[in-house]
């Protein structure tokens, strides 16, 4: 149980808290129209950019450590994805590093175009590794199963990490920035609350079930994902911001909490490593608390300008 919430609560903490940093980036051109405007957009990821993408790694050592059959079985299932996705994830950081390192204009819409494609193909490459666990560990007899519920566990993560990263900037944004990134907030809303609720459906309908447990908790787990849009939209209308954000954030971490009960993985770790981690992870939210509450408010002109 220890080592299960250990691997889904670093896997839920990087698909909300770098899902935020993937969305903020995948509408960065939208959000920002001038070269100024885009600059204060990645002011507003600096401080969270290394603060989110550590929770993957911390995830990616809890499934080596401790669940090395599910890593391998993984790795041989679905192992174009799992390299898509640390190319998009190398990717997307050498943009938000590089872009500013010239002045040209040829050399920082090239790079912006980088971390915006980057930041899309990251949530895909996530949310379709995702799906693929859920099908084809076991493999599913059917061929659409194998398909359809993957393709729209990429689509769910994409939606889900728009409205992530756009709520994000409307936090820590003001003015015509704020406004623009509402606007596509509550664009994306409806999408992300039906691919969510699709998914749910697509499982039920094609995956068989081994009980029903399996068969009814983790498509109502994802559906209560796509219920917190309910919450989201209203909130987001009256600007009540970090109530919107917090509804998101639930749309994002019920997922792999549904996965989890799913595919119900079996931990066989050795005994020591459980010893660290578990003195490691006051360590990580100690550290996260703190950078949320350092840079709680929004960007100004006294901001340090991180890229």
């Not at 889904?8 to 899902?19: H, M, N």
């Not at 939208?30 to 990821?45: I, K």
């Not at 996530?126 to 599913?140: D, E, I, N, T």
């Not at 911001?241 to 639930?250: E, P, S």
Request: proline share 7%.
């Amino acid at each position: 149980m220890i080592w299960t919430v250990l691997l889904v609560g670093s896997l839920a903490g990087w698909a909300v808290l770098d899902g935020m940093n993937q969305g903020l980036g995948a509408t960065l051109r939208q959000v920002g129209r001038t070269p100024g405007e885009r600059r204060t957009v990645l002011t507003a990821l600096g401080p969270f950019l290394l603060a989110g993408e550590v929770w993957l790694v911390a995830g990616a050592g809890v499934l080596l450590a401790g669940f090395p059959e599910l890593e391998k079985d993984l790795w041989y299932v679905a192992y174009p994805l799992v390299i898509t996705l640390l190319v998009t994830w190398v990717l997307r950081d050498a943009g938000v590093w590089l872009r500013s390192r010239r002045p040209g204009v040829a050399w920082r819409n090239g790079w912006e175009r980088v971390i915006v494609a980057a930041s899309v193909g990251l949530p895909l490459s996530a949310g379709g590794l995702l799906g693929a666990a859920l099908v084809w560990l076991p493999p599913q007899p059917s061929l659409t199963a194998r398909v359809v519920v993957p393709v729209l566990t990429a689509l769910s993560a994409v939606a889900v990490t728009r409205v992530l990263g756009t709520t994000f900037v409307a936090v820590r944004t003001s003015a015509v920035l704020r406004e623009r990134a509402l606007r596509l907030a509550g664009r994306a809303l409806p999408w992300s609350a039906g691919l969510l609720a699709a998914s749910a459906v697509a499982y039920v309908v094609l995956v068989p079930a081994d009980g029903p447990l399996t068969a009814v908790l983790p498509p109502l787990v994802v559906l209560a994902g796509s219920g917190s849009a309910l919450v989201a939209r209203p909130a987001l209308a009256d600007c009540r911001l970090h109530r919107a954000l917090g509804a998101v954030v639930v749309g994002g971490v019920l997922p792999v909490v549904a996965a989890a009960i799913a595919l119900a993985p079996a931990a066989s770790p050795a005994p020591t490593l459980e010893l660290v981690l578990l003195a490691c992870v006051p360590v990580l939210l100690a550290a996260q608390a703190w950078v949320w509450w350092t840079f709680r408010h929004p960007v100004s002109s006294r901001d340090a300008v991180f890229y």
